[in-house]
């Protein structure tokens, strides 16, 4: 049976079209011909070329591996499905659909959203029990990896902080929710880290488009995230993006200020469920989530929260086998419930 499986996971897997890998500066190593000029020449001979093309196509096996290792645990009862979905800009996005393995005919099943953190962090196993117990629950998943992910080659990798990302995934609900077996009415977001400032923006963007959200150790000040990181991050924070044009927040105040959820609470309609810990180091307390609250409670909006006290692995709480992990996924899931009904 194992054996059967692993070669049915391999086919599926190896058969996939090839992603092209696209780093920005290969550009003068690639033939030009016309907009072809922006793809990777395979057959590059300078160093960084060559690394970027290692780098990428190690990332794109691990991501094989990692829906590999998806399929062969969960299979049994949760089918997963890569797709592409068109974003706003009509930029083709990779993601993940998950449903159940046995479906009832003519059934529309509550969809979620879920939404991974990092700063080029993908669908890993992290998220693995989180999918499970979603798809166990009556919900179907999709998981779009926005643009600034790892493991789809180079040009996909460039980040946007809340801009790109926040499109792709609204993208990625409007296409969830055009599926035949999804109620477009009774969709929902989970996100965790950046995923929860993704999560907020999102809110913020559709105040309608979803019933319930759920933002886990999120992100709320892009501003006050720089002003406390290390240089290397906020150079490359700044150096991705075009948005951020190259630029610190003391150049350019305005962007980041207008990526930061903190500053657009007034808009949020849907009901939110926030969860942090104490002990946080990545996205202080006091500075993200504490501030969050207040705006919340000072705009009179629906939600509800939960800070627990010094959980274990702090800003990666949920990725522990722990009490709080559990209560967090407990939580998660009577919230989402009480709006999604699924």
Known sequence: MFLSKLKSCCTLLTCAAPLLLIPAHAQDAAPKEGTLDKYIN?????????????????YEQEQRIITLNFH??????????????????????????????????????????????GFHERFDWRWFQLVDTAVSKGYVVIF??????????????????????????????????KQSYVDPGRLGIIGQSRGGMVTLL????????FKAAVDIVGLTDLVAYMAYKPEYRRLEV???????????????????????????????????????????????????????????????????????????????????????????????FEFVGRYLKP
């Not at 706003?88 to 996005?93: E, M, S, V």
């Not at 993940?96 to 005919?105: D, H, I, K, L, S």
């Not at 926005?146 to 990625?172: K, M, Q, W």
Request: net charge neutral; no cysteine; proline share 5%.
């Open 42 to 58: 395979l057959d590059a001979k300078d160093t960084a070329t060559k690394l970027d093309i290692t780098n990428h196509t190690l």
């Open 72 to 117: 062969m645990e969960y299979g049994d009862r949760v089918k997963l499905k890569r797709v592409a979905f068109a974003s706003a800009d009509r930029t083709l996005i990779p993601g993940y659909v998950f449903t159940p393995r046995t479906m009832q005919a003519g059934k529309r099943y509550p969809g979620l959203v879920m939404v991974h953190g």
């Open 144 to 177: 779009p990896e926005y643009r600034g992910s790892r493991g789809y080659g180079a040009n996909h990798y460039r980040n946007e902080y809340g801009i790109t990302d926040t499109a792709d995934v609204l993208a990625s609900a409007d296409y969830l929710g």
């Open 202 to 209: 999102a809110i913020q963007k559709a105040p309608d488009k």
């Open 238 to 332: 700044a150096h991705e993006s075009a948005y951020f044009k190259n630029k610190l927040p003391d150049e350019n105040l305005a962007a980041y200020m207008e990526v930061s959820p903190i500053n657009h609470v007034d808009k949020i309609n849907s009901p939110l469920l926030v969860l942090a810990t104490s002990n946080d180091k990545i996205v202080p307390l006091a500075l993200h989530t504490g501030r969050l609250l207040d705006a919340l409670k000072a705009k009179g909006k629906t939600y509800e929260s939960h800070i627990y006290d010094n959980a274990p692995g702090g800003h990666i709480f949920m990725d522990g086998d722990t009490d709080d992990q559990r209560d967090a996924m407990k939580r998660t």
